[in-house]
């Protein structure tokens, strides 16, 4: 490898500093006894202990994930057949329009979409009495929130591709249905993971669109954890945090193995 | 690449077949789906229910009363239980028919509710048939005793004086100040402490917010939900705070050796009530009785007021608070003479009522805003 210059090293100091100092807050004062988050007294596990013990944590992160996993799939399909769909329109300002259109909701603030959504459901509600607000309903609002992250990210690995792979598949006689799941679902295979990852995120991060939609027993782990300011943030919170971090860092080491594993062959 | 496809629509089955699994799996006639703030009903108090009834309780949370009156007012919110704030909430919600009305024979604990706040409850246009007050505090003065005394050395903080007076909130300035964030947790002391005993219009609004327009530059922070945090970590040293917030805070700073101390003004306290009640269209109509019964059971009363600082409006359950919550009469107070000059704020029901509350928050953004000239518009 090639060393770093001092200017170059000081660069990455500063700019993984910016990330994972504030994390590394997190993770410190979780092991506090105080009940002050940021404040260290001594060492204490009694804030895992309160997490374990207190079901609503558990529960809403569930559900969370739960929301988060069909979402960020919902997405994944509809944006992977917008995407096929408008590459394959012909006429210049047509496929430009429809791509525009798919845009749109990424520049809409989501308290806009949370509450447009909100009234949407409820006249669809008095009308034909569907859907009930719960999980179901937030998983449509974040499905809207991410698809055009999926979108974005298919389209532009489409362009990338040679069309004639398919145009070929045409001229052998594929139909339409075969040519999608042979050629071009293996072909959108990658953007269209890394699309739902990204997706994923969205859903666990969203706070706003969630509050507007949720309905009984579906409670989400931002809201849960946004509800808790009320009565003063304490360091399960923080404890919480660790967790999910530790979860996450796991996941992504066990990753990275997999991956030198490969290379190596 | 083909097996990899496999494997992911096999996950993704699965994950929505345990999902339709796991909702299928719940008995859908033994719930009670409450909707409520989070930390106030603690949890034992919940797996005491669902062991004694065998009714499982679905317990949503919300963070601020405008989201559940956009849920309750949309009809069919899906909820049994839900825990209002009364003024201005809970009263136009009821005027509204948002809520079911009681089946008294299914609340028989319903006579443990009694005593002052409920009469101030029935005289502002509550009405028992439909809502119960079941939560109640004050709102006060919070602070930081060793700031605030560095700042204003001698100074006897009883009356709100130390907030509304410039050349007093310029030396707490540099400690940090906070006010609240909605005009409804400001306005009913700001009237008090005018003398004003008549109802407040909107001309008396824009007034008091030229009044307070001097000391706006040392206002630091507009916050009501924060107030615990800011006080503990140091980043203000007063507020504006209700009881049991400031229980908490107490509570907190004494594990790291700091003071607080929580006052109401004489004259200018306001009393604040958070009610009970069942939603229209409520599906589990009887289980929502159920749980309502249980809470206002003395000695739950009493587990849900020792946890969250809360007081409950049943007075048999007084005598089991804790020992910290009764020995502080500023947190608790149990005099006939202090609880009945505590005002209530006042309800905004009809279409003139509304219109003032929909002036008065403007004005108050405003006023936030440092807009002081456009104050009067609106």
Same mark, same amino acid.
């Given at each position: 490898?090639?060393?770093?210059?001092?200017?170059?090293?000081?660069?990455?100091?500063?700019?993984?500093?910016?990330?994972?100092?504030?994390?590394?807050?997190?993770?410190?004062?979780?092991?506090?006894?105080?009940?002050?988050?940021?404040?260290?007294?001594?060492?204490?596990?009694?804030?895992?202990?309160?997490?374990?013990?207190?079901?609503?944590?558990?529960?809403?992160?569930?559900?969370?994930?739960?929301?988060?996993?069909?979402?960020?799939?919902?997405?994944?399909?509809?944006?992977?057949?917008?995407?096929?769909?408008?590459?394959?329109?012909?006429?210049?300002?047509?496929?430009?329009?429809?791509?525009?259109?798919?845009?749109?909701?990424?520049?809409?603030?989501?308290?806009?979409?949370?509450?447009?959504?909100?009234?949407?459901?409820?006249?669809?509600?008095?009308?034909?009495?569907?859907?009930?607000?719960?999980?179901?309903?937030?998983?449509?609002?974040?499905?809207?929130?991410?698809?055009?992250?999926?979108?974005?990210?298919?389209?532009?690995?489409?362009?990338?591709?040679?069309?004639?792979?398919?145009?070929?598949?045409?001229?052998?006689?594929?139909?339409?249905?075969?040519?999608?799941?042979?050629?071009?679902?293996?072909?959108?295979?990658?953007?269209?993971?890394?699309?739902?990852?990204?997706?994923?995120?969205?859903?666990?991060?969203?706070?706003?669109?969630?509050?507007?939609?949720?309905?009984?027993?579906?409670?989400?782990?931002?809201?849960?954890?946004?509800?808790?300011?009320?009565?003063?943030?304490?360091?399960?919170?923080?404890?919480?945090?660790?967790?999910?971090?530790?979860?996450?860092?796991?996941?992504?080491?066990?990753?990275?193995?997999?991956?030198?594993?490969?290379?190596?062959? | 690449?083909?097996?990899?496809?496999?494997?992911?629509?096999?996950?993704?089955?699965?994950?929505?077949?345990?999902?339709?699994?796991?909702?299928?799996?719940?008995?859908?006639?033994?719930?009670?789906?409450?909707?409520?703030?989070?930390?106030?009903?603690?949890?034992?108090?919940?797996?005491?229910?669902?062991?004694?009834?065998?009714?499982?309780?679905?317990?949503?949370?919300?963070?601020?009363?405008?989201?559940?009156?956009?849920?309750?007012?949309?009809?069919?919110?899906?909820?049994?239980?839900?825990?209002?704030?009364?003024?201005?909430?809970?009263?136009?919600?009821?005027?509204?028919?948002?809520?079911?009305?009681?089946?008294?024979?299914?609340?028989?604990?319903?006579?443990?509710?009694?005593?002052?706040?409920?009469?101030?409850?029935?005289?502002?246009?509550?009405?028992?048939?439909?809502?119960?007050?079941?939560?109640?505090?004050?709102?006060?003065?919070?602070?930081?005793?060793? =700031?605030?005394?560095? %700042?204003?050395?001698?100074? *006897?903080?009883?009356? &709100?004086? /130390?907030?509304?007076?410039?050349?007093? @909130?310029?030396?707490?300035?540099?400690?940090?100040?906070?006010?609240?964030?909605?005009?409804?947790?400001?306005?009913?002391?700001?009237?008090?402490?005018?003398?004003?005993?008549?109802?407040?219009?909107?001309?008396?609004?824009?007034?008091?917010?030229?009044?307070?327009?001097?000391?706006?530059?040392?206002?630091?922070?507009?916050?009501?939900?924060?107030?615990?945090?800011?006080?503990?970590?140091?980043?203000?040293?007063?507020?504006?705070?209700?009881?049991?917030?400031?229980?908490? =805070?107490?509570?907190? %700073?004494?594990?790291?050796? *700091?003071?607080?101390? &929580?006052? /109401?003004?004489?004259?200018?306290?306001? @009393?604040?009530?958070?009610?009970?009640?069942?939603?229209?269209?409520?599906?589990?109509?009887?289980?929502?009785?159920?749980?309502?019964?249980?809470?206002?059971?003395?000695?739950?009363?009493?587990?849900?007021?020792?946890?969250?600082?809360?007081?409950?409006?049943?007075?048999?359950?007084?005598?089991?608070?804790?020992?910290?919550?009764?020995?502080?009469?500023?947190?608790?107070?149990?005099?006939?003479?202090?609880?009945?000059?505590?005002?209530?704020?006042?309800?905004?029901?009809? =279409?003139?009522?509304?219109?003032?509350?929909?002036?008065?928050?403007?004005?108050?953004?405003?006023?936030?805003?440092?807009?002081?000239?456009?104050?009067?518009?609106?």
């Amino acid at each position: 490898m090639k060393k770093l210059s001092k200017l170059l090293f000081t660069f990455l100091v500063f700019g993984y500093a910016f990330l994972y100092i504030p994390l590394v807050f997190i993770v410190v004062s979780a092991f506090s006894d105080s009940e002050i988050p940021g404040i260290w007294t001594h060492f204490s596990l009694k804030w895992f202990k309160i997490v374990f013990e207190d079901k609503s944590f558990l529960k809403s992160a569930l559900s969370s994930i739960e929301i988060a996993i069909l979402s960020a799939s919902g997405s994944v399909l509809l944006g992977m057949m917008a995407a096929s769909a408008t590459s394959s329109v012909e006429n210049y300002m047509f496929r430009n329009s429809l791509r525009k259109l798919v845009i749109i909701p990424l520049v809409l603030p989501e308290i806009v979409i949370g509450f447009s959504l909100l009234l949407l459901f409820i006249a669809m509600e008095k009308m034909f009495g569907f859907p009930k607000r719960g999980m179901l309903t937030v998983m449509i609002g974040h499905v809207m929130l991410s698809i055009t992250y999926v979108y974005r990210n298919i389209k532009s690995y489409i362009i990338s591709v040679d069309r004639s792979i398919s145009d070929a598949a045409q001229d052998l006689g594929a139909r339409s249905i075969p040519i999608f799941l042979h050629i071009k679902v293996p072909i959108f295979l990658k953007p269209a993971v890394s699309g739902w990852l990204l997706a994923f995120t969205l859903s666990l991060d969203d706070l706003v669109v969630a509050s507007f939609l949720t309905g009984p027993g579906s409670t989400t782990l931002p809201l849960l954890i946004f509800s808790n300011i009320k009565i003063g943030i304490t360091p399960a919170i923080n404890a919480f945090a660790t967790l999910f971090m530790g979860l996450v860092a796991v996941c992504v080491i066990c990753g990275f193995f997999k991956s030198r594993k490969r290379r190596d062959r | 690449m083909d097996k990899k496809i496999k494997i992911f629509a096999l996950l993704l089955v699965g994950c929505i077949f345990i999902t339709y699994w796991n909702k299928n799996n719940k008995d859908p006639e033994n719930v009670v789906y409450v909707y409520g703030w989070y930390g106030i009903i603690p949890r034992h108090v919940i797996d005491e229910f669902e062991k004694t009834t065998g009714i499982e309780v679905v317990y949503d949370i919300y963070d601020n009363n405008d989201t559940l009156e956009a849920k309750l007012l949309t009809a069919n919110s899906g909820y049994d239980v839900v825990f209002p704030s009364f003024i201005p909430y809970a009263v136009k919600q009821l005027a509204m028919g948002a809520y079911c009305a009681f089946d008294l024979k299914l609340l028989p604990n319903l006579k443990n509710v009694c005593g002052i706040v409920t009469e101030k409850f029935e005289l502002n246009g509550g009405n028992l048939n439909y809502l119960i007050p079941l939560f109640w505090g004050t709102v006060g003065i919070v602070y930081e005793k060793s =700031a605030v005394e560095q %700042a204003l050395p001698g100074e *006897k903080i009883d009356s &709100y004086e /130390v907030l509304f007076n410039p050349s007093k @909130l310029k030396k707490l300035f540099q400690f940090g100040v906070s006010f609240p964030e909605e005009y409804v947790d400001i306005f009913p002391q700001l009237n008090a402490y005018m003398g004003n005993k008549s109802k407040m219009s909107i001309s008396d609004v824009i007034k008091y917010c030229q009044f307070l327009s001097r000391v706006r530059p040392y206002i630091t922070k507009f916050s009501s939900t924060t107030v615990i945090a800011d006080l503990l970590s140091g980043n203000v040293c007063i507020a504006i705070g209700t009881s049991d917030n400031s229980w908490r =805070a107490i509570r907190r %700073a004494r594990t790291i050796g *700091k003071e607080i101390v &929580y006052v /109401v003004p004489r004259g200018a306290g306001v @009393l604040w009530v958070d009610c009970v009640g069942i939603p229209l269209g409520s599906p589990n109509f009887e289980n929502a009785h159920k749980f309502i019964n249980f809470l206002l059971r003395p000695e739950i009363a009493a587990e849900i007021t020792n946890h969250s600082g809360v007081l409950i409006n049943v007075p048999e359950a007084t005598e089991l608070f804790r020992e910290d919550i009764t020995s502080n009469d500023q947190v608790c107070p149990t005099d006939p003479g202090v609880l009945s000059d505590l005002h209530l704020g006042q309800a905004s029901i009809n =279409a003139e009522g509304l219109e003032f509350e929909r002036k008065a928050t403007k004005a108050w953004s405003r006023y936030k805003m440092k807009a002081f000239n456009e104050v009067e518009g609106g």
